[in-house]
């Protein structure tokens, strides 16, 4: 953490204190943020912390975008589909062409482009060489039929990365990925904003193409066959987002959950003195301090250059467990009071399942460990 790091860190919290935190009640209800978040995010420099300032950015790097990452989890509330927008901004950046950079990446740092990521269908989760989506070339514009589902910023995105397969008959090497700017769009519609069980005031959509006609200058980074190299290459960061998120989770539960056994009493002394809450507490710490250590170190192999996919999904997957583990513990120390929605913990618990699903499974990501230790010996 840098001087720089420290005054970005301060601005969020400002920001959140402000802009986030008066409002999360109000979007869990309504099942998405407002759309001028986005915009106001935009003017204080949020959105393009690392897009370089010849783009209109801020020319940060993996750092400061870890910060913001790590500050917005502590906010307790994961409404906002940020980490998406610095996932897009990535994949412009280092596979758009130079056209595709000038006409994206402003817009991304701006918020008045809110993007999505279209990977996940209906019948195909985890292998998405099998992706089902199509995109047929006709002169000089793709025509684009499919469904997705599970897509976060579905009801609010206008610019959307769509995973499809430009040859049906190969699989990962007949995958692209195609820029679809959905407002006009003939034949894309959203359907409903799906309910969850936690992340209540995130959209998370199912979105349907029927004949959608985008301009072949919009497949990104204009050679077909790349997207599934293209999303592999990506995914390191999107599973290190994952684990520093849980780690900012964990923070607001250890805090939420230390106030108030220290405030509430039971057989006449705080709940806090009692031996098996002081070992729980001390449990959940050092599972915390061990996850940030490693995500840390994470953070500097990343920034280096040479963060390997196995390592970030042992990131991915030790966080999330953890993350679990501790809302868990923490919600028992709330008694019955941890299963009332009005208080901070019982929905931090619900938000916190997730993480061991998407950007990966928990058993996807042991699985890609796991074939990493054929790869040479162990160190």
Not at 277 to 288: I, N, W
Request: aromatic share 8%; with cysteine.
């Amino acid at each position: 953490m840098t001087e720089e790091h420290l005054m970005l860190q301060d601005s969020l919290r400002t920001f959140v204190d402000r802009e986030i935190r008066p409002h999360s009640e109000r979007w869990r209800k309504q099942g998405v943020v407002d759309r001028e978040l986005w915009t106001k995010a935009g003017d204080a420099g949020f959105l393009g912390a690392a897009i370089p300032e010849a783009y209109g950015g801020s020319g940060g790097d993996y750092g400061h975008e870890s910060v913001i990452c790590l500050e917005l989890a502590r906010s307790g509330d994961p409404s906002w589909g940020w980490a998406i927008q610095s996932i897009v901004a990535h994949y412009v950046m280092a596979y758009g062409t130079e056209e595709q950079k000038d006409r994206w990446l402003p817009g991304l740092g701006t918020g008045n482009l809110i993007p999505a990521i279209a990977m996940t269908e209906p019948g195909t989760g985890s292998d998405l060489q099998a992706v089902q989506t199509k995109a047929e070339k006709v002169g000089d514009h793709y025509v684009i039929n499919g469904a997705k589902t599970f897509i976060t910023n579905g009801q609010l995105s206008n610019l959307v990365v769509v995973v499809a397969k430009t040859n049906p008959s190969q699989r990962a090497k007949g995958i692209s990925l195609i820029m679809v700017e959905t407002d006009g769009a003939e034949g894309f519609r959203r359907g409903r904003n799906l309910e969850k069980i936690g992340m209540k005031g995130q959209d998370t959509s199912e979105l349907f193409f029927e004949d959608v006609r985008v301009p072949t200058a919009n497949l990104l980074g204009g050679i077909e066959g790349s997207g599934f190299y293209q999303l592999m290459q990506e995914l390191a960061w999107e599973r290190l987002q994952i684990a520093l998120s849980a780690i900012g989770a964990c923070d607001v539960m250890m805090q939420e959950t230390l106030q108030y056994v220290k405030d509430r009493k039971a057989f006449g002394k705080r709940i806090f003195d009692f031996q098996n809450t002081r070992f729980k507490l001390a449990e959940c710490k050092t599972k915390l301090e061990v996850s940030r250590a490693f995500t840390s170190e994470c953070v500097r192999k990343l920034l280096a250059g040479n963060l390997d996919a196995a390592t970030a999904s042992m990131a991915k997957w030790w966080c999330a467990q953890a993350q679990c583990e501790i809302a868990d513990e923490c919600l028992q120390l709330f008694g019955g009071y941890g299963y009332m929605a009005e208080y901070p913990i019982a929905r931090l618990f619900a938000d916190a399942r997730v993480q061991q699903i998407y950007g990966g499974t928990r058993e996807i990501m042991k699985e890609l460990i796991a074939r990493s230790l054929d790869d040479g010996p162990t160190r």
